[in-house]
């Protein structure tokens, strides 16, 4: 069992990406010596941003969790080259999207918790709410003095939870490595002004109580890891589907280009409060697909979605449309697991020939 809180592991998502910054992304890019310009997205919309060949799944993951980067597309031309990429690329989007969600449900363990209403009771100057501003100056002094017992604060809450994944029978090994490391990316995102506030603490039982809390909020987002699998093997599904490659009866294309397909993901505006749930979408589209037929295809999914059918399995499933409502629809269910709002339809940009999938999730 790991009790180092860090995450040294570092993949990179190749491009070319076009990202879509949200003022403080500017300013970060800007202070980078990165000049941020408008660019234009398949679906029409304008917006300041960078284009990237490649970044690290790590940098990509902090500015979309922090909402520095709100939209991301990149166009796929050369699927069996570019396909681990793009799975990547779905699995960051998505991560950043539950890691959002987590924090969320984060402040209000927090705002009923007895050790943050006691805290804000002492440090009338230093509220602690989801509107704080936690990097302020004061907060980081104090967060600093209190390295060392912020540190054993994290230790005391991943020990109890990765003690249960390490006896849980029921996983393969490689399972077990890949929630161990879940355990601490989730426990990185929590501020450490927050343990600094736990580990101030006086009362015993309220101390106690929040610990276990916490526990029980990372266990819980743990074994929901399976969203963002899903939606990466949904993505290259629809995406094989739009460039009208059919891999059951051709050999799949490897450096060979084909019909371009745009992926985009939105995350829109952080929003920290359960009352402001955000939207995010995600948009596949290309040039002149039948829309009619497609839209009959998703339109098929969601009927079979709602009336609580599924496929227990993927055998005799061969062709890229089958596979994507397949995967759709464990999506689905995944989504209604995890109180995500989910929504498909498709249509068509306004005065010109693109077909877009709109995948629409409400965290």
């Known amino acids: ?158 020990a109890v939870v990765q003690k249960k994944i390490v006896q849980d029978v029921r996983l393969l090994e490689e399972e077990r490595k890949s929630l161990l490391l879940l355990s601490i990316r989730y426990l990185n995102t929590i501020d450490p002004v927050i343990w600094l506030v736990l580990a101030n603490s006086r009362d015993d039982q309220a101390t106690s109580q929040l610990e276990q809390d916490l526990q029980n909020l990372l266990a819980q987002y743990i074994s929901r890891s399976e969203l963002p699998e899903y939606l990466s093997y949904l993505m290259t599904e629809l995406t094989l589907m739009l460039a009208n490659i059919q891999p059951d009866s051709s050999p799949m294309p490897g450096d060979d280009r084909h019909e371009p397909v745009w992926v985009s993901f939105e995350l829109g505006v952080l929003k920290k409060s359960q009352q402001e749930r955000t939207k995010v979408k995600i948009l596949i589209g290309n040039e002149g697909s039948d829309f009619e037929g497609l839209r009959g295809k998703i339109d098929q999914q969601s009927k079979i979605s709602n009336s609580g059918q599924r496929n227990d399995g993927i055998e005799g499933l061969g062709n890229a449309s089958e596979l994507g409502l397949y995967y759709m629809t464990c999506l689905k269910d995944a989504c209604r697991t995890m109180d995500v709002g989910f929504e498909s339809f498709v249509n068509v940009v306004p005065h010109s020939k693109r077909t877009l999938i709109n995948l629409v999730l409400t965290v």
């Not at 997205?41 to 490649?54: K, N």
């Not at 690290?56 to 597309?73: P, Y």
């Not at 681990?84 to 539950?98: E, P």
Request: with cysteine.
């Open 1 to 158: 069992m790991s009790s180092n809180v860090s995450d040294a592991k570092t993949e990179l998502i190749v491009g070319p990406l076009s990202l879509g910054l949200s003022p403080p992304g500017i300013e970060q890019f800007i202070k980078m010596g990165q000049k941020a310009r408008r660019i234009r997205f398949f679906d029409g919309a304008e917006e300041f941003g960078v284009e990237l060949p490649q970044v690290e799944f790590k940098s990509l993951l902090k500015m979309a969790m922090t909402g520095m980067v709100q939209r991301i597309e990149r166009l796929v031309d050369r699927f069996g080259h570019q396909r681990v990429s793009l799975m990547d690329l779905t699995r960051c989007f998505a991560t950043a999207m539950v890691y959002r969600q987590f924090e969320t449900k984060l402040w209000e363990v927090l705002q009923r918790s007895d050790v943050v209403i006691q805290w804000n009771r002492s440090n009338a100057k230093l509220v602690l709410n989801p509107n704080t501003n936690t990097q302020a100056q004061i907060f980081q002094l104090l967060v600093a003095k209190s390295k060392d017992t912020i540190l054993t604060c994290k230790q005391t809450v991943l």
